[in-house]
Antibody, heavy 123, light 106 residues
Framework: QVQLQESGHGLVKPSQTLSLTCSVS??????????WSWIRQPAGKGLEWIGR???????NYNSSLKSRVTMSVDTSKNQFSLRLSSVTAADTAVYYC???????????????WGKGTTVTVSS | DIQMTQSPSTLSASVGDRVTITCRAS??????LAWYQQKPGKAPKLLIY???VLESGVPSRFRGSGSGTEFTLTITSLQPDDFATYYC????????FGQGTKLEIK
């Protein structure tokens, strides 16, 4: 079955760029019916969708983060990535990658999740 | 942006109880709603999508209903494994999650 695993630096300095990668195993990131999403969760708080990327490189971002977010996909490595620039302490959270079950051009829900990785923004 | 409001924020119940969690959308989302269960330190798990369709492998005691702006998640006959936090998510206009409902043991 499909599994997702987040990786990246767990500590980022304020004003720098957070970079995470999600590796997909047990399935292809090039599957037609799926987007690939990032979601985050500050400690003790709820879930916030960051954005999603399709196999073609097409992206959709949360409007509140759009100016700072870049997502990309590497089909040769079966991976997708998140970059969040100009981070502050408010960006400290557990970051999850997830498979988004939606057809091309439509919206959906997250049916497979990574275990999450904690990112702390601190000097 | 569409806002999702869950109630209650916390719910205390006992094993064997029937419980209902409500999720309200700030505007109509038709039936584009999913429910997730999250346990401490774990990723969320998909339970229901399209408001009422049970994800494969999810026990039938989980039931979703609603359309438009009001939705419910009902758990009939609570099991020990069901004590967790539950989130709704709309996918009518990109994605927004509710703030969560923590289901505690009474």
């Amino acid at each position: 079955q499909v599994q997702l695993q987040e990786s990246g630096h767990g500590l980022v300095k304020p004003s720098q760029t957070l970079s995470l990668t999600c590796s997909v195993s047990g399935g292809s990131i090039s599957s037609t019916n799926f987007y690939w999403s990032w979601i985050r969760q500050p400690a003790g708080k709820g879930l916030e969708w960051i954005g999603r990327v399709y196999k073609s490189g097409s992206t959709n971002y949360n409007s509140s983060l759009k100016s700072r977010v870049t997502m990309s996909v590497d089909t040769s490595k079966n991976q997708f990535s998140l970059r969040l620039s100009s981070v502050t302490a408010a960006d400290t959270a557990v970051y999850y990658c997830a498979r988004d079950r939606s057809g091309s051009g439509s919206l959906g829900f997250m049916d497979v999740w990574g275990k999450g990785t904690t990112v702390t923004v601190s000097s | 942006d569409i806002q999702m409001t869950q109630s209650p924020s916390t719910l205390s119940a006992s094993v064997g109880d029937r419980v209902t969690i409500t999720c309200r959308a700030s505007q109509s989302i038709s039936g584009w709603l999913a429910w997730y269960q999250q346990k401490p330190g774990k990723a969320p798990k998909l339970l229901i999508y399209m408001a009422s369709v049970l994800e494969s492998g999810v026990p039938s005691r989980f039931r979703g209903s609603g359309s438009g702006t009001e939705f419910t998640l009902t758990i009939t006959s609570l099991q020990p494994d069901d004590f967790a936090t539950y989130y709704c998510q709309q996918y009518n206009s990109y994605y927004t999650f509710g703030q969560g409902t923590k289901l505690e043991i009474k």
